[in-house]
């Protein structure tokens, strides 16, 4: 019996849902059905036939659409997005039916008028990946119509695809026209474009190495969340051109601004990067890095990491920094966040309780916002510590931490702050710390994930793993302003590993940077002890009392309940210096 055909074709799929379609049936679920269909019925099926597209299957809330042309599959999905933004404009924020868009070209296989086969599943998974009113798509699908429509992309990076062999080339369209000016709205969320590095040594062949590092850059700074970064095919177009910073930002629709350049010299490369605020003209960054020219992709790898390492932190800042000059009426989820920012970390409780409001404020707009759920965890865990261990508040903390881990697979720092309070609760260590290894998966240059997971690492014994973690931070970050928290962790790590000079060096730099913190200045006085510097370790302290009068042994075990083998040392060594019991 003849083996039975099988019929293939190369087709662009387009694969649509409704973010939040659950919440919205929960909550209207008549309404919710009307204004559907009557989004289909009066933009969303017309602009399919309009373009060649064939519904190949609906879902109660998505599409299956097939296209011949992968151009025609992107101008529908672009219409329709911007259609449904206008549609949007006068409804509130709980109501708005808002699509989530993934298109991808591939081989196909035909069954009656069903399509499937991995085209169709990217196409799929691209979609999971979009946010509310976006369109994820795949790096065929950007190559093909790239410079065919008044739309650019951001570099999302490769990403794994759940049950896809092969990581994808993942892209974001961006879906303001390309030609219209820098928007200043408060509900725009930062964006960076990174510019094609100058080749200052003279050397054609040099040019590989300068590209090279801008692709690396660029796919480093994808995978910060919250930043938006403007593809390569889209940035390229300045290279060998004299460029104004205002005009780059309003072609490319971006807020922030990367340029540098490359000079080799022998055996020796050069490299400078600055950072620039385009609606400012304000320099935020700018470091030069020298180097030995050993290993091309090795050398490409850590200036990447020190560059992205520094352009977060220095980005953060300034968009708070934006923030706070506005008026507060632009109020979005986005901006609520960064509103609370200034309260979030002092950890105090009345502080704690001011970003409480905004954060719940945000979660009532974006109730999926797994960096707001973060934020709201660390704000608990800090009002439950120095606000009177209420039981509500722990339990809230470690509740907010668990949504961030299920809703932020793609936010280093989200899963960072929610690892450290579950590390913190210590109840979910191992979660803890399996959570601060899928945020470096994301972001090995996040210095909060960085230093605080190198901190729990201390804590636990982990000591050798910890200092490599910290060492990193402290390279990439030296003037960061959490920095003294990898220097925290250096001090544990070292005095548990008997390495009690070093113990002590960290332990200064720590007290240099925190002068109000009384622990550090009692990890000295225990290296001290250990150094035969007895007089030196008493006189410690007796400080530690003066800034800390209520300062005790027993007291100060809640900071290693993690791994009490870790602790014993330094008690031992308090005793020694004549710290209470």
């Excluded at 934020?375 to 809230?396: I, T, V």
């Amino acid at each position: 019996m003849p083996p039975e055909h099988i019929e293939r074709k190369l087709a662009a799929i387009l694969a649509a849902d409704v973010s939040g379609y659950s919440r919205l049936m929960s909550s209207d679920e008549e309404g919710t059905l009307i204004r559907l269909k009557s989004h289909r019925r009066e933009l969303i099926d017309p602009k399919i036939a309009e373009h060649n597209g064939r519904i190949v299957k609906t879902t109660g809330d998505g599409l299956l659409v097939e296209f011949a042309s992968v151009v025609d599959a992107m101008r529908c999905a672009v219409e329709v997005q911007r259609g449904m933004a206008d549609r949007n404009s006068d409804v509130p924020t709980e109501k708005r039916i808002e699509f989530r868009v993934g298109i991808n070209v591939g081989d196909i296989i035909i069954d009656d008028d069903d399509i499937l086969g991995d085209g169709v599943n990217v196409a799929a998974r691209l979609e999971g990946l979009a946010e509310p009113g976006g369109i994820c798509v795949s790096g065929r699908v950007c190559e093909d119509v790239s410079g065919k429509l008044d739309i650019s992309f951001e570099d999302a990076g490769e990403q794994q695809l759940k049950n896809i062999a092969r990581p994808v080339k993942v892209f974001r369209v961006r879906l303001e026209k390309v030609t219209t000016a820098l928007p200043s709205t408060a509900s725009r969320r930062p964006s960076i474009t990174v510019l094609p590095f100058q080749n200052m040594s003279g050397d054609p062949e040099q040019e590989y190495f300068a590209d090279g590092m801008v692709d690396e850059i660029i796919t480093g700074l994808s995978r910060i969340k919250w930043l938006s970064v403007v593809s390569r095919n889209s940035s390229y177009i300045y290279k060998n051109k004299p460029v104004v910073m205002k005009d780059v930002a309003a072609k490319l629709g971006v807020r922030y601004v990367l340029e540098g350049g490359v000079r080799k010299s022998g055996n020796r490369v050069r490299i400078t990067a600055q950072l620039i605020d385009a609606e400012t003209d304000a320099h935020l960054w700018a470091e030069q890095y020298d180097r030995q020219l050993n290993d091309v992709f090795a050398l490409q790898d850590e200036i990447t990491m020190c560059v992205v390492g520094a352009i977060e932190p220095s980005v953060r800042k300034a968009e708070i920094n934006r923030i706070k000059r506005q008026r507060p009426e632009t109020f979005t989820a986005y901006d609520l966040l960064l509103r609370s920012q200034q309260f979030v970390f002092a950890g105090m409780p009345a502080e704690a309780a001011k970003a409480i409001v905004l954060l719940e404020e945000a979660l009532k707009l974006e109730p999926d916002y797994s960096a707001a759920h973060a934020y709201l965890s660390w704000c608990f865990h800090s009002r439950f510590g120095r606000g009177g261990l209420r039981e509500e508040d722990r339990l809230a903390a470690v509740s907010h931490a668990r949504e961030a881990i299920a809703l932020g697979n793609d936010d280093a720092t989200t899963l960072a702050i929610a690892a450290l309070v579950l590390a913190y609760d210590g109840h979910e260590i191992s979660t803890a710390l399996k959570t601060f290894d899928r945020a470096l998966e994301l972001s090995n240059s996040n210095i909060f994930a960085l230093c605080w997971n190198a901190a729990i690492l201390a804590w636990i014994g982990e000591s050798d793993l910890a200092i490599e973690r910290a060492q990193r931070a402290l390279r990439l970050g030296p003037f960061d302003s959490l920095i003294w928290r990898a220097y925290h962790a250096l001090s544990i790590a070292y005095f548990h590993s008997q390495r009690y000079g070093e113990a002590a060096d960290a332990a200064r730099s720590v007290i240099a940077a925190n002068s109000a913190y009384s622990i550090p200045r009692a990890i000295l006085a225990a290296a001290l002890v250990r150094l035969n510097r007895l007089d030196e370790a008493k006189a410690m302290a007796q400080t530690v009392l003066e800034r800390e009068p209520s300062f005790t042994i027993h007291g100060t075990a809640r900071y290693s309940e993690l791994e009490p083998a870790v602790f014993r040392p330094f008690a031992e060594a308090w005793r020694e210096a004549g710290l209470p019991e």
